[in-house]
Structure formats: structure tokens, C-alpha cells
């Protein structure tokens, strides 16, 4: 593994854009890699950057974006943002794919699921229509669909929210591409669908060999998913870890909070949550120190004044932004400093934290 | 009766109770939507209680047809000693000042043109026709105590406000009229998990302020399980399960239940996924099976459960379950605190 160059290779990217109020910094500095067949998760809340990332990724972004010189992304050795219109056409689809959150909106109200499966096929391939039909029956049923024939004749209407996710995942997956991206695929979905979706995703993910970066704002969608995660906070990657060591060696605060913001199920009702107080930046902003240092329980000094970048914390493949870790002696020190005060350096009222 | 009976109704002591609540729509062509199909449940005061169930289990309908937004096809809907269901237009106007919603998207249940402050005042200067400074006082403590500074907030529209922030406002409009009761429909199904964190709080904390009875619809348990009192488990317009949050967990009787469950992605990578997943779609409201509706799709299914509907049975203190072969349950549990 550690000979071949991994799939995808992201470095230092920015996504930038050009807004009435400013330049809106969505992605500022980001860098991972994922292998071949490998699932990363990214994590974050809205407004976090975890979409424009991707977008990013595709080359799919608005007119008013600006990526700065230094940003890279290259999959499969190839730089996608040197990509022509017109190889990007027959690189959409065939070498990336993509899923959205919200299957009604994603799929075309007025065409038949058949119809939509087998445009990609038939552009991309160059199949006939007959042999088109046939790959689109063959992946009706892979995702799951029942009466897959019938189905195919019908529009997007017809189906449940659920029978609409898996049809947009059998458009994804029609040209077999390397890379399946989901950006929160299972948001608008119920709980029971949404793990037949991720249960779908996974299985298919083995059988056909290819990678997935799997968007979400829920931790516990990746837990079980996700091989290796990254937390995303105000444009950056606070930290980054193998699913395993991230849950049992949290380190920053934020990926913290976001694990203590939900509600579980073997805890007795009326069990108060632990809320994150506040609201992330405006991006428009210029940001200094640490760019959580305002919602986060520990924020010194030194956080409301420098930025903390990613270091490795001395765990295998674990990084992480943060100058007083969870669960480090310095962390402890600056919550019983901030306890004694009641405030924290960046002036977040520890008494009453849970109301913003 | 149909996944019906009436063995876990308190009598009188309830403020809602709602019996026999059916629920159809016309589809066309002679066919009828059965959406809701006869369930009952009570409310006591200051109870939270959850309805829980997956898109199309009528739990939503349930909600709106306790507002009579529509009146139901048939049942009764008495509240603090009313029935709902007989009132004329003008005395249900006025009851329905004292019951309020809550609705999933915050962002399109607020009007885009509209200031805050005129949001929320809205039924004040409807019912009490006094634009004056009581009503903008009233206005600025609602707005203060769901966690906004009515200084900023007061001469902003809603698109200035993130998904969170508008469903605080959409709270505080609930609220400014005192009402006894909120119906929560998905209040946070919408938004992100850090957000839900807050506004579950926040629910909390204003109903232990105000002394409100909330009903609180999800299609997810652990949400429901936090804020509940009581849980009534749906599915296609039917009750499955009816019990105490922590014994419903503990101990969920009926294989619906456990599918829910089974469902919610837990945090923690040492925990298998559970390969338990609920097979099949939804069945078409217009067509239910027979007998049990959730037969199409359960594990243990049996000849019986085509011909025969079960009926609510109490299986534990506190605790009902309708279904023919439902899971043990051991009788001394009490509902609470047994879950660790």
C-alpha cells in the first residue's frame, strides 16, 4: 500500500469566494489522501466547508469560486482542476461519482428513473439504448430496488424518498467509477432507511472495489462506515485519525462536542445534552487564533491569538489543531482555570453555557 | 379492533386524550387513504409524550388532526375537558390558542418578508388587539428566554438567521401566547446534530418554565427517548408499542420497536452495526395488509397475524404492546431507571 500513490491526493486546498460582502474563505487549507476501496469520513457542522470541499474535489464549483495558487488536488495522478471541459465530461461519472442529500431535488421530476439511469451509460459508454436498458435493470436490482422492471418506468414521484436515494446511487455507480462521493447522503431520510442506505453503500463499496468519501454532520453515521475520519471546523481539518483511535483518543474539543451534542439512546430520558454554545464564524471574516477558541470550554490566551495547526499527536496516522488536547494535563489546567473564572479567554460565559 | 384497544388510557386524570382518532383522505378514484386508522392515547399535564414511527405512519396527521387542522374522519379529541372534534368555528379558534405547533423546516414556517418581532407578536395582536408596550414586552421575553437578544434580533428577517436560530424563533412565536400545550412536528429533523442538541435543550427548559404539556413527534427513538415521558411507537396508522422511554429501550416488546432501535447509528466503532435491518417498503396506505400491518415486513411473523389484528395487552406496569408474539418483558421492571 504504501508503494502505490493513493487515489486521491489533496493538498493545501483553498476555495474561495467572491461574494458582495467579501471573500467568503469556505476551504482554507486542507489537505488528505485516500487510497483505493478506502472510505474517509468527513465530519462537521453546516457551514463547515464539508461540501465545497468536495465540490472542490469534482471541479464542480460556481463562477464566483477562486481557488489561490498552492491548492492541489490529484487523483489518480492526474491534476482534476487542469482537466478541460471537455475530458471533464468523461471524467464525471466514469472515474467520480456523486450522491446528494436530497434525492428529489437531485433526480429529474419529469424524465423516467430508466431514462435517467441510462443517460450516463449511453454517453459515457456508448452503449445502444437495448444494452443501456439492461445495465440499468442489472443495477435496479443491485441496489435493491423491488420490481426493478416496473420501476424503471416510472418517475421519481412514484418512489419513496428511500426507493429515490437508491435510484441515485444506481446512476452513480453506472459507469463504475473509482470514487463515490456522498455528501450526506442519508440526512433527509428516516433512521431505518438511512442504514438501509449506509448498509447498501457499504456493501456495494466492497463488491465493486471503489472508494467513498462519506459526508456527514452525525458522527455516529461514520462510526461504523468509515474507515479513517476527518472533523472539519470553519473551513479547516481540526483532526484527523483512523475511525478507531479518533473515538477513544478524541483530542480536539471540537470533535468532543460534536460526540457529546447527541442524543443517545442507552442514556435515561431527560438527560441533558451537551449543546455546543454559539454559532461557527462568518467566513467573510479575517480569523484569528483558533477558530473554534469562541465556542470551546478550554480557550486560553494562546487560542484567541494563534492558530493551531495539525501535528501529529504520537498516535499512528492521528493528527490533530488544537494547543490544549483533550485529555492532556494542559487541557485539564485550562478548564479548572476557566472553571475558577466562570469565563474563558475568548469570553465564553462557562455558567451559562447551554443558551447561545 | 386494529392494533387499537384502550387498556393503556389514565381515564380521567388525562389532559389530551384522543380515542378512536381515524384519519382518512380521498385519493381519487374511489380510493381512500387510510393514514390513521383508529389509535388512542392520553396526555397528562405537563407530560412529554413522543409519537414515533417512520415517514408515513401518520404520526404527523395525528399531531394536526389534535390541532383539527383537519377535523378527524372520526374519534374523539378531548382537551382539558373539551371535545375538540364538536366545537364551533369561532370556540375552536379560541382553544387553539392554548395548543400550539412547532414544525420540522423552520426556515419556510417563518414568513420571509415579515420582521421577528411581527412574527412573534402576530397572535398577540390578534387576540389581545394591544400593539402597545405589553405586547412588546411580552415579545422580548419570549424571544429572550429561547436565547435571543431581542435588541438584535427584534428588526431582522428570517433569512439572517441560520436553521437553529429560526426554529428558536419559531418556538418563541409558540410560546408568546401562553399555551398549555406545543405539538412538536419533527422540530429537529432539519438540523444538524449540534444544533438538535441545543434546541432539545431548550425544549426542556422552557417547558419546565412555562408549565407546558409537549407533544413531541420523531422518526427518530434516541430524540424521542430524550424529551419523552411516554412513547407511542407507529406504524401505518396503527399504535405498536406504548411505554416509559427507558423501558421501551430496556425491553421493546414489539419487533417494530426493535427495528427502530437497531437503526440508530451508534457513535462508537466498537459497537457492530447491527445487521438487523427492516426489509421491504412500506406498505401503501390506501391498500393496508390485513390483520397486523406490519406482518409484510416482520421476522416472526405467523399465520395468525394476517387474520387476526392484535390488540393493545399490558405485557409489563406501565407497558403495552400490540402484537401476537411480542419479545419477554420481565414484569418487575417498572419503566424507569432500569436502564444503565
Redesign the interface.
Same mark, same amino acid.
Given at each position: 500500500m504504501e508503494s502505490e500513490r493513493p487515489l486521491l491526493e489533496v493538498e493545501n486546498l483553498r476555495t474561495y469566494f467572491d461574494t458582495p460582502r467579501g471573500i467568503l474563505k469556505a476551504v482554507d487549507g486542507v489537505s488528505f489522501s485516500l487510497d483505493k476501496g478506502e472510505t474517509i469520513g468527513i465530519v462537521g457542522?453546516? =457551514?463547515s466547508g464539508k461540501s465545497v470541499l468536495v465540490r472542490s474535489i469534482m471541479n464542480i464549483l460556481t463562477s464566483n469560486a477562486i481557488i489561490p495558487d498552492g491548492s492541489e488536488v490529484f487523483f489518480d495522478g492526474k491534476d482534476t482542476r487542469n482537466l478541460s471541459r471537455s475530458e471533464a465530461k468523461h471524467f464525471w461519472g466514469t472515474q467520480m461519482a456523486m450522491i446528494f442529500q436530497d434525492p428529489m431535488t437531485s433526480l429529474n421530476p419529469v424524465k423516467k428513473v430508466g431514462i435517467q439511469i441510462t443517460e450516463s451509460i449511453r454517453y459515457h459508454l456508448g452503449a445502444s439504448k437495448q444494452e443501456a436498458m439492461e445495465r440499468a435493470l442489472e443495477l435496479m436490482i443491485q441496489v435493491g430496488i423491488?420490481e426493478p422492471r416496473k420501476r424503471l418506468k416510472e418517475y421519481p414521484h412514484q418512489l419513496? =424518498?428511500?426507493?429515490r436515494q437508491r435510484v441515485t446511487i444506481a446512476i452513480a455507480l453506472a459507469c463504475n467509477p473509482k470514487l463515490l462521493i456522498a455528501d450526506e447522503p442519508t440526512t433527509a431520510l428516516?433512521?431505518?432507511?438511512?442504514?438501509?442506505i449506509?448498509?447498501l453503500l457499504?456493501s456495494l463499496q466492497e463488491e465493486l472495489g471503489m472508494a467513498m468519501i462519506l459526508i456527514t454532520?452525525?458522527?455516529?453515521?461514520v462510526?461504523?462506515?468509515a474507515r479513517r475520519i476527518g472533523v472539519m471546523y470553519a473551513g479547516k481539518m481540526v483532526e484527523t485519525a483512523d475511525?478507531?483511535t479518533l473515538?477513544h483518543h478524541m483530542n480536539h474539543p471540537y470533535t468532543e462536542?460534536?460526540?457529546k451534542?447527541?442524543?443517545?439512546?442507552?442514556?435515561?430520558?431527560?438527560?441533558?445534552?451537551?449543546?455546543?454554545?454559539g454559532?461557527p464564524p462568518d467566513m467573510v471574516l479575517d480569523l484569528v487564533g483558533c477558530r473554534f477558541a469562541p465556542r470551546c470550554r478550554y480557550a486560553q490566551e494562546q487560542c484567541v491569538t494563534d492558530e493551531p495547526d495539525l501535528f501529529d499527536t504520537g498516535q499512528p496516522d492521528h493528527r490533530q489543531a488544537c494547543f490544549y488536547p483533550v485529555g492532556s494535563p494542559e487541557n485539564a489546567e485550562a478548564l479548572a482555570a476557566n472553571q475558577a473564572t466562570g469565563i474563558t479567554a475568548a469570553g465564553l460565559d462557562l455558567t451559562a453555557a447551554?443558551?447561545? | 379492533m386494529a392494533g387499537t384497544g384502550k387498556v393503556h388510557m389514565r381515564g380521567e386524570e388525562a389532559l389530551i386524550s384522543v380515542e378512536d382518532l381515524v384519519m382518512e383522505f380521498p385519493a381519487g378514484r374511489r380510493a381512500v387513504v387510510h393514514a390513521v386508522s383508529g389509535i388512542s392515547f392520553d396526555i397528562l399535564e405537563g407530560e412529554t409524550l413522543g409519537l414515533v414511527g417512520?415517514?408515513?405512519c401518520g404520526k404527523s396527521t395525528t399531531g394536526r388532526a389534535m390541532m383539527q387542522l383537519p377535523s378527524p374522519t372520526a374519534g374523539s379529541v378531548r382537551f382539558d375537558g373539551v371535545e375538540m372534534t364538536e366545537l364551533p368555528k369561532e370556540d375552536l379558534r379560541r382553544t387553539r390558542t392554548r395548543m400550539q405547533m412547532i414544525f420540522q423546516d423552520p426556515i419556510s414556517s417563518l414568513n420571509p418578508r415579515r420582521k421577528v418581532k411581527d412574527i412573534v407578536a402576530e397572535g398577540l395582536s390578534i387576540w389581545h388587539n394591544d400593539a402597545g408596550d405589553t405586547a412588546v414586552q411580552k415579545v422580548n421575553e419570549v424571544l429572550d428566554a429561547v436565547?435571543l437578544d431581542p435588541e438584535v434580533v427584534s428588526d431582522r428577517r428570517p433569512h439572517q438567521f !441560520?436553521?437553529?436560530?429560526c426554529q428558536r424563533i419559531c418556538i418563541a412565536r409558540a410560546l408568546v401566547l401562553d399555551p398549555k400545550v406545543i405539538i412538536c412536528d419533527e422540530p429537529v429533523s432539519a438540523l444538524?446534530?449540534?444544533?438538535?442538541?441545543?434546541i432539545?435543550?431548550?425544549l426542556?427548559?422552557m417547558k419546565e418554565r412555562y408549565g407546558l404539556t409537549l407533544v413531541f413527534i420523531a422518526?427518530?427513538?434516541?430524540?424521542v427517548?430524550?424529551? !419523552?415521558?411516554r412513547v407511542v411507537v407507529m406504524y401505518l396508522g396503527k399504535v405498536c408499542e406504548v411505554a416509559?422511554?427507558?423501558a421501551l429501550?430496556a425491553h421493546p416488546a414489539h419487533p417494530y420497536t426493535d427495528?427502530?432501535?437497531?437503526?440508530?447509528?451508534?457513535?462508537?466503532?466498537?459497537?457492530?452495526?447491527s445487521d438487523r435491518?427492516?426489509t421491504?417498503?412500506?406498505p401503501s396506505p390506501i391498500n393496508p395488509p390485513s390483520g397486523c400491518r406490519f406482518r409484510t415486513r416482520c421476522e416472526k411473523v405467523q399465520d395468525l397475524c394476517s387474520t387476526e389484528e392484535p390488540v393493545l395487552k399490558e405485557i409489563a406496569p406501565d407497558h403495552y404492546v400490540a402484537c401476537h408474539f411480542p419479545n419477554e418483558v420481565p414484569v418487575s421492571v417498572n419503566g424507569n431507571?432500569d436502564?444503565?
Open positions: 457542522e453546516s =457551514g423491488p419513496s =424518498g428511500g426507493m428516516d433512521v431505518t432507511v438511512q442504514k438501509q449506509l448498509d457499504a454532520h452525525d458522527l455516529g453515521v462510526a461504523g462506515r475511525t478507531t473515538f462536542a460534536l460526540f451534542s447527541i442524543p443517545r439512546v442507552e442514556h435515561q430520558s431527560h438527560t441533558r445534552l451537551d449543546a455546543i454554545s454559532r447551554a443558551v447561545s | 417512520e415517514s408515513g436565547g !441560520s436553521g437553529g436560530q444538524d446534530v449540534s444544533v438538535q442538541a441545543q432539545l435543550n431548550l426542556e427548559e422518526h427518530d427513538l434516541a430524540v427517548k430524550n424529551v !419523552s415521558d416509559g422511554p427507558d429501550y427495528v427502530l432501535l437497531a437503526s440508530i447509528p451508534e457513535p462508537d466503532p466498537d459497537h457492530p452495526v435491518q427492516i421491504g417498503e412500506l431507571g436502564s444503565s
